[in-house]
């Protein structure tokens, strides 16, 4: 999550809840939607697995438009955001 640790200094009961609700109403969700699995989440993280590199290019970019949407009605310093990585090997 960029700039956690500054959303849970300004708010740590209202971050952690929004991040919940961020990985189980989205993130998780449009993991599942593009055939691939949770392995983990760590904290502010989460692991997935995808059987097919294009599937898991998907799910990132529609994860970060659904995270911009979301975040487009909330005050800058209440926003989620996530950098998403995809690793081929």
């Known amino acids: ?10 708010d740590e009961d209202g971050t952690l809840a929004a991040l919940k609700s961020v990985l189980t109403d989205l993130i998780g969700p449009k993991i599942a939607e593009h055939h691939g699995r949770v392995v983990k989440f ?6 997935a697995e995808f059987a097919s590199v294009v599937e898991a290019v998907r799910a990132a ?9 979301r975040n487009e009605v909330l005050p800058k310093g209440q926003r989620i955001a996530f950098r998403i990585g995809v690793n081929l090997g």
């Open 61 to 69: 970019a529609e994860m970060q438009q659904a995270l911009a949407e």
């Open 42 to 47: 760590m904290g502010d993280g989460v692991l």
């Open 1 to 10: 999550v960029v700039g956690y640790s500054r959303l849970i200094r300004s």
